[in-house]
């Protein structure tokens, strides 16, 4: 349970995190894992995020670069094409909204927010796949959601030998942690990173032991939306596992997760509102 008040520092907008917030998924990509969340249009694009901000989404999330294992490889101009394309058909509907880039690019970290006004970079890397991405963000002064990976992702799935898969997630987090702390990056949130680098067994012990990253003192993102922990242990495909990824939800808030990755934001914001009532019962 959440002991204290959550706050992140985004554009100069406070964002209270007391209350856990959904982001929202949006894949400009032609590869992303679930083809739901294929947003490669402008009318697809608007569509999609009318939809979240009428649904309750706090946070928009665009990404540009599919990392699944075995998602094409694209140039940084390409990368920077598709986010570029699809921030302008956002922020021209929705100039006030609170949008982060997915990308473990520091180039492209910086040019969303230079032209764009980005207000949050998340790296599924946490800093290893590009050595000046935390001097770039440390530069920019925007948020950071600082995730756990080894390797690429490609070569991800090879690197699961854990002696204590929470301890040694735990302190990688802790280390990238201090570090960003030093370079004065102050709004960070940690991500255990489910399903980079983790088995299905891997996943749900994070999961089942995630209330232990509260000690780092930092927001903690989840995001476990309709990924194979729950289609690979159901024996359904992505397409079949919104119910999964609400029950995954609802364990992630009751293990302290102050945000909510997710494909479906009306069904994340209710079972926030769920777990609110269950608290005041």
């Known amino acids: 349970m959440r002991t204290n008040s ?14 856990p917030v959904v982001m929202g998924i949006v894949n400009v990509t032609p590869d992303s894992f679930f083809k739901g969340n294929r947003f490669m249009t402008e009318k697809t694009i608007l569509q999609r995020v009318e939809k979240m ?14 990392t699944r294992p075995t998602s094409e490889v694209i140039t940084q101009d390409e990368e920077i094409r598709r986010l570029s ?3 302008e058909v956002i922020l021209k509907k929705y ?8 990308t473990f690019r520091s180039g492209v970290a910086r040019h969303v927010v230079e032209s764009y006004g980005v207000a949050m970079i998340n790296d599924v890397g946490g800093g290893t796949l590009d050595d000046m991405m935390f001097e770039t963000i440390a ?26 898969v929470v301890a040694e997630v735990l302190h990688f987090l802790e280390k990238r942690l201090a570090q960003l702390h030093l370079l004065g990056v102050t709004d960070v949130v940690i991500d255990p990173g ?46 079949e596992a919104l119910n999964a990824t609400t029950a995954a939800n609802m364990l992630a808030l009751l293990g302290g997760a102050s945000v909510l990755r997710v494909h479906d934001v009306k069904e994340a914001v209710q079972t926030i509102s769920i777990y609110k009532k269950y608290l005041d019962a």
Do not use: C, W
Not at 6 to 19: A, I
Not at 53 to 66: A, F, K, M, P, T
Not at 95 to 102: E, F, G, H, N, R
């Open 194 to 239: 489910f399903g980079f680098a983790k088995t299905l067994e891997q996943n749900y012990t994070l999961l089942n032991k995630l209330s232990f990253f509260q000690q780092l003192n930092v927001p903690v993102l989840a995001g476990v939306s309709r990924k194979s922990m729950l289609t690979a242990l159901l024996g359904i495909d992505a397409t």
């Open 6 to 19: 959550l706050q992140l520092n985004l554009n100069g907008r406070l964002l209270d995190l007391s209350t």
């Open 139 to 164: 530069d920019l002064q925007v948020a950071y959601v600082l995730m756990h990976m080894r390797g690429t992702p490609n070569t991800m799935q090879t690197k699961v030998q854990y002696e204590d």
């Open 53 to 66: 901000v009428l649904e309750g989404v706090g946070i928009i999330d665009i990404g540009g670069y599919s």
């Open 85 to 87: 394309e699809g921030l």
């Open 95 to 102: 100039p006030d909204a609170l949008v982060s880039v997915d």
